[in-house]
């Protein structure tokens, strides 16, 4: 029994350790990446709690280090994905029922874990696995996995708390049921979090879920499912289920009992899995929620007011910082001509001082890119640019993947606003510039609105007021998150809920309590403490 309303406390951001020489956290980190270098893990599945080997065998390698296995893991095949089904709608009945309170407190406990004994090791698994520096691990792996953890604890408090007004003679409550059935969670290779996030916002809204991660972060993925079973995540709640997207989600999309898709990836694929739900619609047992952050063309646009140093700076930033392999990378610039000819010595002076490697190496600004694939395409694009007349590139345009994926920090020039490099989105360390007449200021504005199918991210650069109330007003719909003298990335938990519309997604807003009320079914309770006893209303009476 409880007889008691709990609260809980006011959320703070977790605070990103500096890695000073010396400093603790640096050797704990340091000691994290030998010790898991030393060997190679067999990851199995985790249905139901229990290990599940299927030896049908993928492999996680460095990035950096081509050639350096550092785990091999089981896929899931059909009959796992069945066992994963049944067992998450079995732990299903005992924990929707759970209070809470328990169910807070188990990701309470995870990020605590997060932010302490585990901090070293999901951090250096990240750098291992996805090739972050060791900056952006503890931004991602470390800072925002714990912000997710707790905000989210906090927003449940405020969703539950949140009840409607009740009439004399009545009481009105509002239930904050989990959906009814599974959910399906589909994770990223770029952020740890995000996979993280995906998996345990609707667990902790009492839902069950199948978490099928990237095959580019299934190491660091498992690191944080054994997190969440140390902190006490009871079996099948979370399924573990990692393999190729077309097996598990065809049968995951046409199950009867799926509930909801929390997603992130490409446009490309939440559009078959959209397609895939509408054609399975006649079957399930409700309709399901369909979450997804997708893909963005996103885009730095300056006016001839901009503090230069600052558009410079976030310019590097917003591209290069994880080899661009971010949706909110700045992928795009509008420079006005008037400014130009100093924003490229000052782009140009700054991009020779990154330095590009292996990211174990905490001098390194930028690592390698996640694969041979992302190599080849990326690769592609700046083929591309070389070989256009209407195209140059001002610095980079070099790769090697013989030791690793990697690509220098490339800044391309185009003449055409329209250049394939401006609309398609390559994931990757290349930002292309189109510079305008400053007396085109608005025409470019529209072009900027119309160029990209998405709606991700967007900063402007101006310290004219006139121009930045006029570009807030003129680029309302192409950009969930809009960013006002400041890089286009690094949106953080609970200050700038994530999320973008067209061709970027639902824009439900990870990082919010609008993400988590896409997890739960309310449910309206009237008690009427006065009853009717005739049905006649007065103006009925004679």
């Not at 905000?151 to 009481?171: D, F, L």
Request: aromatic content about 10%; glycine content about 8%.
């Amino acid at each position: 029994m409880i007889n008691s309303i709990s609260k809980i406390w006011g959320f703070e951001n977790e605070k990103v350790l500096d890695y000073m020489p010396g400093s603790k956290e640096r050797m704990e980190l340091k000691r994290a990446l030998q010790s898991l270098k030393e060997e190679v893990l067999e990851i199995p599945l985790i249905i139901g709690g229990k290990e599940v080997r299927t030896g049908n065998m993928g492999q996680c390698i460095i990035p950096h280090n081509n050639k350096k296995v550092i785990a091999r893991y089981h896929m899931a095949g059909e009959a796992e994905v069945k066992m994963a089904i049944q067992s998450a709608l079995e732990a299903k009945r005992e924990w929707e029922k759970l209070h809470w309170e328990h169910r807070v407190a188990i990701f309470m406990k995870a990020a605590e874990l997060a932010s302490t004994s585990w901090r070293a090791r999901i951090n250096a698994a990240t750098m291992l696995c996805q090739g972050k520096t060791f900056i952006q691990a503890e931004i991602d792996s470390a800072c925002e996995m714990i912000d997710f953890l707790r905000y989210n604890a906090r927003c449940i408090y405020e969703i539950y708390s949140e009840q409607p007004m009740s009439a004399k003679g009545t009481w009105n409550r509002m239930e904050y049921r989990p959906l009814e059935g599974f959910v399906f969670a589909v994770s990223p290779f770029n952020f740890t979090a995000i996979g993280c996030n995906l998996a345990t916002a609707p667990a902790i809204c009492g839902n069950v879920v199948l978490w099928k991660p990237s095959s580019d972060a299934v190491y660091s993925s498992y690191m944080v499912f054994k997190l969440l079973q140390e902190a006490g995540l009871p079996d099948g709640v979370i399924n573990f289920i990692p393999g190729s997207g077309g097996i598990i989600g065809n049968m995951v999309l046409s199950h009867e009992s799926l509930a909801g898709v929390h997603y992130t990836g490409s446009t490309e694929v939440f559009r078959t899995m959209w397609k895939n739900v509408a054609n399975n619609l006649d079957k399930y047992r409700t309709f399901p929620r369909l979450v997804g952050e997708t893909g963005g063309k996103d885009y730095i646009f300056a006016h001839n007011s901009a503090n230069i140093d600052a558009l410079v700076a976030s310019m590097i930033r917003g591209a290069f910082e994880y080899q661009g392999q971010k949706c909110s990378a700045a992928s795009r610039a509008y420079i006005p001509r008037s400014i130009w000819p100093e924003v490229k010595e000052k782009l140009v002076r700054d991009i020779k001082t990154i330095k590009v490697g292996d990211v174990e190496d905490f001098g390194n600004f930028m690592g390698a890119v996640i694969n041979q694939k992302a190599f080849n395409t990326i690769k592609g694009y700046i083929d591309y640019a070389k070989e256009s007349n209407e195209a140059e590139i001002i610095i980079g345009g070099n790769c090697d993947d013989s030791v690793g994926y990697f690509v220098e920090p490339t800044v391309i020039a185009t003449t055409n606003p329209y250049f394939k490099t401006m609309v398609e989105e390559i994931f990757g360390p290349v930002i292309t510039v189109y510079v305008y007449e400053d007396e085109d200021f608005e025409d470019i504005i529209k072009i900027c609105d119309k160029t990209s199918p998405y709606g991700l991210t967007g900063a402007i650069f101006a310290r004219d007021r006139y121009a930045i109330a006029k570009l807030e007003e003129e680029l309302t719909h192409n950009a969930g998150n809009f960013y006002i003298n400041d890089k286009p990335t690094g949106a953080v938990v609970g200050q700038q809920p994530f999320g973008g519309a067209r061709a970027s997604g639902t824009n439900d807003k990870a990082g919010s309590k609008y993400n988590l009320l896409r997890w739960m079914s309310p449910r309206t309770i009237k008690e009427n403490l006065n009853c009717v006893t005739d049905y006649r209303y007065p103006s009925n009476m004679e």
